[in-house]
Nanobody, 116 residues
Framework: QVRLVQSGGGLVQPGGSLRLSCAAS????????LDWFRQAPGNQRELVAS???????NYVDSVKGRFTIARDNANNTLYLQMNSLKPEDTAVYYC??????????WGQGTQVTVSS
């Protein structure tokens, strides 16, 4: 089974930056989609950023201009660069790789806390 291992995250002050990584044990070159989700306490898991198979990157409105999703096919790694972080970005962040439509894997989740 293909595994996703996340790294990064932690505690940062408002306005700060973090980069999340998601290393896959299989090739991400021709997958259906690459996604980052987040879930804050009491909230549903929400899609933050996505790279679908057509290559048109999508972001939830609340992170546009601040977050950047990127892929490194050579190292089978997905990234989420988060700048100008706000307290409302505090959540557990998950990567997801949809290998084929309906066949997907989740990362283990990593906590991001934005607080002064």
């Amino acid at each position: 089974q293909v595994r996703l291992v996340q790294s990064g995250g932690g505690l940062v002050q408002p306005g700060g930056s973090l980069r999340l990584s998601c290393a896959a044990s299989g090739s991400i070159r021709n997958v259906h989609s690459l996604d980052w989700f987040r879930q804050a306490p009491g909230n549903q898991r929400e899609l933050v950023a996505s790279i679908p198979s057509d290559g048109n990157v999508n972001y939830v409105d609340s992170v546009k201009g601040r977050f950047t999703i990127a892929r490194d096919n050579a190292n089978n790694t997905l990234y989420l660069q988060m700048n100008s972080l706000k307290p409302e970005d505090t959540a557990v962040y998950y990567c997801k790789v949809e290998w084929f439509r309906g066949i997907f894997s989740w990362g283990q989740g990593t906590q991001v806390t934005v607080s002064s």
